[in-house]
């Protein structure tokens, strides 16, 4: 099975939460398409014996004190608010 | 001594007039602000400019400070509290920074001024600055060629004279990337000597913030103000800074340097080999001695590469809901809608593109053949530069393969642009520190010189070891004297933006 029927755009799509137009549907997946087919590289290599590298520099556990820290304010929180009132992010309804 | 003259100085020149008071903070704000004017519309490396701001800072500017009264331009990723900070992108056409990231609180305890902010590719995502969704920057030697990306704007304007140095950000070679492609000396640190807080995330495992500036001391100088521990970025390393500029000057005797087999492939442009070649036998003539190593993972860099960037990115830019900053969409008819159009109307195509394949090789299903296949040969890959490492104080390759690149050249297809990261992505990988610096021009037919660039790449924290070695090459070179034909291209064509790709 080629990569590009591995690839359903439009199912990624929304688990993207992202809508796209029937253009960009079919552009990604020919363009996408391309990327992983190059991507199949990847399982030339035996890598059954091999670690994951999540970071470039693996350090784990560091500690501080947990001690109160001033912060953003409300208002400074807020300025960047695409809608607000009373103090608080407005948002679509989500329960009806 | 005129405006451009003044606006071509390094930092360290700058500082040693701005020392003896034969110039003030205020006074090189204006000239650069004048030289601005002049040359940036046919440049375009700027988003926002606050000069009102930097001249009230010039006020209180302690020129004995190690950056006092040196303005620097910042990559427009990076938050400066009170400023713009759209990563070149719809969805945050309006955001402005509520705090400084912890890199500007440095440059200002430094004593420098950060004045505007640079274009770059959308959430520096490309090689060319094509992505940004404001608008094209020029490459300051030839205005029909892009800057290269995604610090596209902060390479240009280093290059123009618009800037004494800059800060940039680099995920898989988008400082050392530019700087080659402009003609300018470019820094990535090693993973953790830099702080990110403050950053805007693309590829968290990846992401390094450093200098872009016109000499390798300079780059020292802004290396010794960014560096070190932040309690506010868990992965930056606990380690002490060096003073960065202390080994400049000391002599090659003895340094060994790879030459890396894989690295002399076939696609390298042969002005690029041909330099590449050069360099290596200048370091020679300085004393160094170079060997062949091997890296034998490189043709799996790129692939592994944008399946861990792209998928940490997908995650990253999950935040970009509409909910507390940036574009909301108007009317939604419910939350699902909501986050769908936001998105869709806020971010660009290649953002969208590396969303999907992010996304995708995290699924259910494809986790497993490519994301944590990707990770595993990204061991691989750092395995590489260790065994390397322990036969070379550094490795020298060219930074891309081709000089700058006409718009349009690589932009309708993703992969031909990804490629041009042969040389830059195995390092940040890996974690480990590369500048990249000027080592010869190319010529194009129209007879315009195009830079070409030197990658030195050494082992995490390592840094002053590549810039004492890069400083000597430079010192020892007029390459990093060449200044772009500005002035000379105010007929040129003015590049449209492609629309929709």
Partial sequence: ?96 | MNGSDLTALSIAELQALLRRREISTREVLEKLRDRIAATEPQIDAYLSLDFDEALRQAERADVNLPLGGVPIAIKDIISVAGQPCTCASRILQNYRAPYDATIIRKLREAGAIPFGKTNMDEFAMGASTENSSVKLTRNPWDPSRVPGGSSGGSAAAVAAGTAFGALGTDTGGSIRQPAALSGVVGFKPSYGRVSRFGLVAFASSLDQAGPLTRTVRDAALLLNAIAGPDPRDSTCLNEVVPDYTADLGRDLRGVRLGLPKEYMIEGIAPEVRAAIDQAAAHFTSLGAEIIEVSLPHTEYAIASYYMIACAEASANLARFDGVRFGHRAENPSNLLDHYNRTRAEGFGPEVKRRIILGTYVLSSGYYEAYYARAQKVRTLIRRDFADAFAKVDALISPTSPVPAFPFGERSSDPLQMYLADIFTNAASLAGICGISLPCGFAKTEGGRQLPIGLQLLGKALDEGRILQIAHAYEQSTEWHKQRPPIGETSNAQRPTPNAQR
């Fill in chain 1, 1 to 96: 099975m080629s990569e590009t029927a591995e690839l359903d755009v439009a199912h990624v799509a929304k688990l993207a939460r992202l809508s796209l137009t029937a253009e960009e549907t079919k552009l990604f997946q020919a363009q996408l398409g391309r990327v992983l087919e190059y991507a199949r590289k990847l399982r030339e290599l035996d890598v059954s014996a091999v670690e994951d590298a999540a970071h470039a520099v693996p350090i784990f556990n560091l500690f501080r004190e947990d001690e109160p820290r001033p912060g953003l304010t409300a208002e400074e929180a807020l300025a960047n608010a695409p809608r607000q009132a009373n103090g608080l992010f407005v948002v679509p309804k989500v329960v009806e």
